[in-house]
């Protein structure tokens, strides 16, 4: 999952031996705005592409944050049309 905001750029990935374990990859200044930088290992060093392991709670928590961090003042030029929802019925 690629995931953009205003504390950065990351990517979350699943890693294969743990289920319950996540990968979040970054840059390192990205990273070490969440993280602590002990955490923080290097991935890919062409890119310059740092990681840090969580688990699942701990990155529900993270994600949170992120969502948490928008700005929705952004929406308000979105308008929601009254007929969009005229011909939908609930079961």
């Known amino acids: 999952m690629k995931i953009s905001s205003t504390f950065g ?4 990935i699943q890693t294969i031996q743990n289920k319950d374990q996540l990968l ?3 840059t390192w ?6 993280f ?3 955490r ?4 890919n060093k062409p890119e310059q592409l740092f ?4 688990c699942k709670q701990e990155c529900a928590e993270f994600l949170v944050k992120l969502l948490q961090d928008i700005d929705y003042k952004e929406f308000e ?3 929601m ?3 969009l929802f005229d011909k939908h019925y609930l079961a």
Do not use: M
């Open 9 to 12: 750029n990351f990517r979350i």
């Open 51 to 54: 990681g840090v392991y969580l």
């Open 40 to 43: 923080t290992f290097l991935v």
């Open 81 to 83: 049309e009254q007929n």
């Open 36 to 38: 602590d930088s002990g």
């Open 24 to 26: 979040v990859i970054g």
């Open 77 to 79: 030029k979105l308008k």
């Open 29 to 34: 200044a990205d990273l070490v705005k969440l």
